[in-house]
């Protein structure tokens, strides 16, 4: 890797979950490249993307490129989260479920967020929702343990979304792990 380039990731929201939000990952990482990101390479089917950009490249200047260019290819806008290889190693660090043998990583999911999240919103979703899942916000991150799975949480992204007043797209810790390993550089 070229010294003055670093490592990024960009985490699209709600794309292939569903019948109308189909992305090709050869297309999307077709896409980063016609906008001038190098070393692009996707991850699994649910919009993850590592490229290479110049050191003075803004996370939150790229996400709204990116975006812009995606609304352009595939006809259809949705949240895009950029995050450095130095923001990936801080939420790393930041988990609040390390070495709990307890907790399937699985479980674990990182909601990377638009924006952080006021405190009145913070306290908002605190409040409102007591169920089981232990809930921990670190600046543009969510970090939620569902000790009983994903798929019978009541704790939605809609719901998060709607309290935090900031949208979000979840990753698996395992996910986050790999993409971890894919922007160090």
């Given at each position: 890797m070229d010294k003055s380039m670093t490592k990024f990731v960009s985490l699209f929201r709600a794309i292939n979950v569903g019948g109308n939000s189909q992305v090709k990952m050869d297309t999307l990482k077709a896409m980063h490249e016609a906008?001038?990101?190098?070393?692009?390479?996707t991850y699994l089917q649910t919009g993850n993307v590592v490229f290479?950009?110049?050191k003075a490249c803004d996370p939150e200047q790229l996400a709204g490129q990116i975006g812009a260019e995606f609304e352009k290819s595939f006809g259809f806008s949705t949240q895009v989260m950029v995050r450095s290889s130095a923001e990936?190693?801080?939420?790393?660090?930041?988990?609040p479920f390390p070495?709990?043998?307890d907790k399937e990583t699985k479980w674990i999911v990182v909601m990377f967020l638009t924006a952080c999240?006021?405190?009145a919103a913070q306290q908002a979703l605190f409040e409102s929702y007591k169920g089981p899942e232990e809930l921990f916000i670190a600046g543009q991150e969510l970090y939620i343990y569902y000790p009983n799975g994903i798929g019978r949480s009541k704790l939605s992204n809609?719901?998060?979304e709607k309290k935090l007043k900031v949208y979000g797209t979840g990753r698996n810790w395992n996910?986050?792990?790999?993409?971890?390993e894919m922007t160090r550089p």
């Open positions: 906008i001038g990101l190098s070393n692009v390479v290479e950009c110049s990936m190693q801080t939420l790393s660090d930041k988990n070495d709990q043998p999240p006021e405190s809609t719901l998060i996910t986050v792990t790999k993409l971890l």
